[in-house]
Every structure is written in C-alpha cells, then in structure tokens.
C-alpha cells in the first residue's frame, strides 16, 4: 500500500515496503554535556528538540515493520580511520580521542558514541559505524539497502547541516528519493538548520523533499496516520 505525506516542495510518495528510516548520529557525545558537541563551545541543549519528533518516527516505523537504520559517528580507538586534518580541528578544547566524562572522545565502544536511551536501537536495527559526515562513506550502507531494494529514504537526526545533508547528498547521487523529516533534526545552530532543509527542498527538490513528523509530546500512534500521511488503496 503506497502513501503520500505533505512535504516541500510537493507530495512525497511512499511504499513502506521499499523505505527505510535513517536515524543519524543521535549520540551521547552530539546531545549530551560533556561530550564532542560541547567541547567544541556548542550548546547541545538545542540538539534536544528533534528527540521527540524522532521518536515518534521510530516507532511508526517500527510498528510498520519497516526497516530501521542507525548511524554513529566515531572512529577505531588506534585512530586509523581519523584524518589528522580531522582531529585538529577539535580545538579550542578536547579533541576526539582525548578522554572526557564519557570515555574517549567519538570513540567507538566508548559510551559517548552509543546512541541516546530515548533512541536506542531493538533487536533487529541496523547500527552503520561510519568515519565520516556521510552514512555511505566507508560503510556497508549501499550494499546493504541494495540488498533489501530499498529505493526510499526516511532520514532524520544530527546535525541538520552537517551529517544529515551530506548523508542525504551521497543518498541522492546514489538514485535514492530522500524525504527529511524537518522536526525530528536539528542543529547547534538554527539559522544552519533552517538553511539546511531549504538547501534540500530547493529548485524543485533537488536533494529530495522535508516533511514534519508530529509534534514532540504528541504521543506516538500505531501507524504513518501520525506522520500526516493519507493511504491510497
């Protein structure tokens, strides 16, 4: 059963059935004090807004039994995989891999890089470790959609502007219809965020198309009804 969700700039056509959902990088260290967001000067309360919105989306698709992707962002504990350009830019205080109040800094296996309580992932989601800003760099992620021909792309998380429009760029160069869910990213800054989701939505969708999920504290139904969706039979 195909449906379709008011977004920007039209009407996103969806078959569940050919979807998944993206959830990235909603990590301890991006939303939470003491980690890699806060040690660059951020503010990471402002990331708190889009855990919500991502919950609800989580559990529409989950209870639709769609498939659900995580990502993180983090790097080996020997560095390997972390361009020195890259860890230089962590001033003015820690940078990753220093130690900090949640273990070494968007290290994997730290409890930094795991996934906030409120998202965590359930037996059967897919968790995508990635190096870079975008979900397809140096992962599995392409093989592993292609495998379960997956055409469609839910994606939501953080940074608005930063890992969540290249991942939906590297998707879009890649063939994949992409649909933002605008309510459920955010960013340290909110003129960023605005300009993210326009960036993809311009010149007649040109990265793909946003969408709001519903509001945080809504409550979260049993199907896409709550993502405004109208079903065609």
Avoid at 2 to 17: G, M, R
Avoid at 33 to 39: D, H, N, R, V, Y
Avoid at 80 to 103: E, F, N, Q, Y
Avoid at 117 to 133: C, F, H, M, Q, R
């Amino acid at each position: 059963m195909q449906s379709v969700i008011a977004a920007k700039p039209e009407p996103f056509a969806l078959d569940p059935v050919r979807a998944a959902l993206i959830i990235i990088d909603m990590q301890r260290d991006f939303l939470e004090p003491g980690g890699f967001g806060e040690t660059l000067g951020n503010d990471v309360s402002l990331l708190q807004s889009a855990v919500g919105p991502c919950q609800a989306v989580l559990v529409a698709a989950r209870a639709m039994g769609m498939l659900v992707v995580h990502t993180r962002e983090g790097h080996k504990p020997d560095l390997s995989d972390a361009p020195p350009a890259k860890i230089a830019r962590g001033a003015p205080s820690k940078r990753i891999g220093d130690p900090g109040p949640m273990g070494r800094i968007l290290i994997q296996g730290e409890a930094g890089h795991d996934i906030v309580s409120a998202l965590y992932p359930i037996a059967g989601e897919i968790v995508i470790d990635k190096p870079g800003k975008g979900a397809f760099y140096a992962t599995e992620l392409s093989a592993l959609l292609k495998d379960k021909s997956i055409d469609n792309l839910l994606v939501c998380g953080v940074t608005t502007e930063v890992c969540v429009n290249t991942t939906v760029r590297e998707a879009n160069d890649r063939g994949y219809r992409c649909l933002v869910m605008a309510d459920a990213c955010a960013s340290y800054f909110p003129e960023f965020h605005e300009m993210g989701l326009k960036m993809i939505a311009a010149q007649g969708g040109i990265f793909g198309w946003s969408a709001n999920p519903p509001m945080a504290g809504a409550g979260t139904g049993p199907s896409f009804d709550r993502l405004r969706m109208r079903s065609h039979l």
